[in-house]
């Protein structure tokens, strides 16, 4: 067994601990949250500026439904001032066209031909027997009373079920039809915005009446032999939309009171 001196080992502690107070050299870390903090800021900033352009001076959260409601009330109410405007327009031109026909032979000749086309062409009102069909989206029901697996999409009238039941009509020897009173012509644009219709430029919510002048029994053998009207019935009985004939033993279909010139033509050969 080996001894060793004890001032050797009070030399040796004595070494350590004059190590342990003297100052340590350390390295510098740079905490990791010092670099995001800028770029946090930064992308905040961008956030702010992107929002206020966007805002322009409004609240984003405020609901708009009420600014909507009425700028489209506003519009409504600028195409009737124009509609109205128009037809005053039309009815000075007649005027004054006719005015010009006691002296002009070659108006008034013109004035002649317009006047054997005017009732084909659709300006002129109709009435006699005819047949009425009214469509009209399903009940509101809820959720719970929605038929299984049935969409809202299902449950509403949609534009090409018009179009097929005014197509029928048209192959079934129809004279004049009128949707929603209003008459249409071969140039008439029917198209629906939601479950809404829209016809020379006025909006029009369900039931959408569809009315044509014609052989009654005519025209409800074209109803039935249409594509479109069937599969319309079938998703009527399933989603409880609604379908419904009338024949009309005296009906009149109003003139047609919109525009009636064309963007494009083509001569027909002879």
């Known amino acids: 067994m080996e001894y060793t001196s004890g001032t050797a080992s009070w030399q040796k502690a004595l070494r350590r601990a004059a190590v342990a107070l003297l100052p340590r050299r350390t390295t510098p870390r740079r905490p990791g949250w ?33 600014q909507l409601a009425q700028l489209i ?6 195409v009737a001032a124009g509609q109205a405007r128009a037809a005053a327009l039309r009815a000075q031109v007649e005027s004054q ?28 009102a109709l009435t006699g027997p005819g047949i009425s069909v009214e469509l009209n989206d399903a009940p509101q ?27 029928a009509l048209w192959a079934g020897g129809a004279e004049a039809v ?9 140039t008439s644009a029917v198209r629906c915005v939601g ?8 909006v029009y919510s369900p039931p959408f009446l569809i009315t044509a002048i014609g052989d009654p029994a005519a025209l409800q053998r074209a109803l039935a032999a249409s594509e479109g009207v069937r599969l319309f019935k ?25 525009p009636g010139g064309l963007r494009a033509a083509e001569v027909i050969p002879e």
């Open 34 to 66: 010092s670099v995001g903090v800028p770029l946090i800021t930064l992308a905040a900033g961008m956030l702010f500026t992107t929002t206020a352009a966007t805002a322009d001076g409004t609240s984003l959260r405020e609901d708009r439904r009420p």
């Open 73 to 78: 009330e506003e519009r409504r109410k600028q």
């Open 97 to 124: 066209t006719a005015a010009l026909a006691g002296s002009d032979s070659g108006i008034a000749a013109q004035q002649e031909r317009a006047a054997a086309s005017r009732e084909a062409a659709g300006f002129t």
């Open 141 to 167: 029901l809820g959720d719970a009373g929605k038929p299984a697996g049935a969409s809202n999409d299902d449950l509403v009238v949609h534009q090409g079920d018009v179009q097929a039941v005014v197509n």
């Open 178 to 186: 009128a949707i929603m009173n209003v008459r249409i012509l071969s």
């Open 195 to 202: 479950n809404t219709l829209l016809l020379h430029g006025r």
């Open 234 to 258: 079938e998703a009527a009985d399933h989603y409880q939309l609604g379908y419904k004939e009338t024949v009309e033993p005296r009906v009149t279909v109003p003139a047609y009171d919109g």
